[in-house]
């Protein structure tokens, strides 16, 4: 059953078929209003990390209607997942802000149905991420997840990850987290006034946005902006070693390969910002078709 109206300071529990069932939003991609956007807020770290807290008050300082609808606890790694359970959790700790007990996906699919289901945002951004989301980590990624989750409603999405190909240093990460945000108002300024009397972005299109850390402190200033696409290589090797117990014990080695030329490895090592249109139907290319059904040709039943 659908609530049709969002209750403060309550912790709902809705069904979860009732969620899938509901039309979320638009269909198609809606104009883009002259003033400042209504945002859907959300991330994979927790509705409370540093990422999308310091994205919270830079989009609200930029004048746009910012709400958070983003995971109760960490939920990085989880890709695209969502819908898993028959129920699912909601609280709403604080005017503005949801914390759904479940994956970016649901809350991004939450938000949609019942938060904004009197009339679509105008964007979603997911993040800032703490780490970065390039090649095969985009993949995996609950950050790149939930801006998926947006497009494949209709609505337009952007995930904003911060972060190099090195290990993380926390303090210098969240610092980096500034530069981010500064760079993402002035991308989404730019898709406003691009857009004019249409939509922020093709239908059915995304950005996946990774800002690297620049500097000792992280507060340097990228090299450059780079339209990229997701290096198809997957750098984290893992390895399992057997402690003789049913158990195997589980460690992760990067293992970069060279980076392919225009990809958004290559810019983020170059200390440039990776900004990669994505779709989320998953379809090859043209070429990638044709190669496909070279190899099928005359296969039957």
């Not at 299109?205 to 990774?210: A, M, P, Q, Y």
């Amino acid at each position: 059953m659908r609530r049709k109206r969002v209750l403060p300071l309550a912790a709902l529990v809705l069904c979860a078929p009732a969620l899938a069932g509901t039309a979320p939003a638009a269909a198609a991609p809606q104009a883009a209003p002259p003033g400042p956007l209504r945002i859907l807020l959300t991330n994979d770290d927790g509705y409370d990390a540093p990422g999308i807290r310091k994205a919270y008050e830079r989009l609200t300082a930029a004048g746009h209607d910012v709400t958070i609808i983003a995971p109760l606890t960490n939920q990085s790694g989880t890709g695209t997942k969502m819908m898993n359970a028959p129920t699912i959790t909601v609280k709403h700790p604080e005017p503005k802000v949801w914390a759904v007990d479940g994956t970016p996906g649901d809350s991004v699919a939450f938000g949609l149905a019942e938060v904004f289901a009197d009339r679509a945002p105008d964007l979603v951004v997911s993040g800032t991420n703490f780490g970065p989301n390039v090649g095969g980590l985009a993949t995996h990624s609950g950050t790149v997840g939930g801006a998926v989750t947006a497009v494949e409603s209709g609505v337009p999405a952007i995930a904003l990850s911060t972060g190099g190909l090195t290990a993380p240093d926390p303090v210098t990460t969240v610092n980096a987290m500034g530069p981010t945000m500064e760079f993402a108002v002035k991308l989404i300024d730019r898709l406003r006034t691009r857009a004019r009397s249409g939509p922020l972005l093709p239908e059915g299109v995304g950005l996946n946005v990774n800002h690297p850390v620049v500097g000792t402190d992280g507060k340097g200033t990228a090299a450059g902006v780079a339209t990229t696409f997701q290096d198809p290589q997957n750098f984290l090797e893992p390895d399992f070693t057997d402690s003789g117990d049913s158990t195997w014990k589980v460690t992760v080695k990067v293992a970069l390969r060279p980076a392919a030329k225009g990809g958004d490895i290559e810019a983020v090592s170059a200390g440039k910002i990776a900004v990669s249109p994505m779709n989320a139907d998953w379809n090859t290319g043209p070429a990638d078709r044709a190669a496909a059904s070279a190899l099928l040709s005359g296969l039957r039943p």
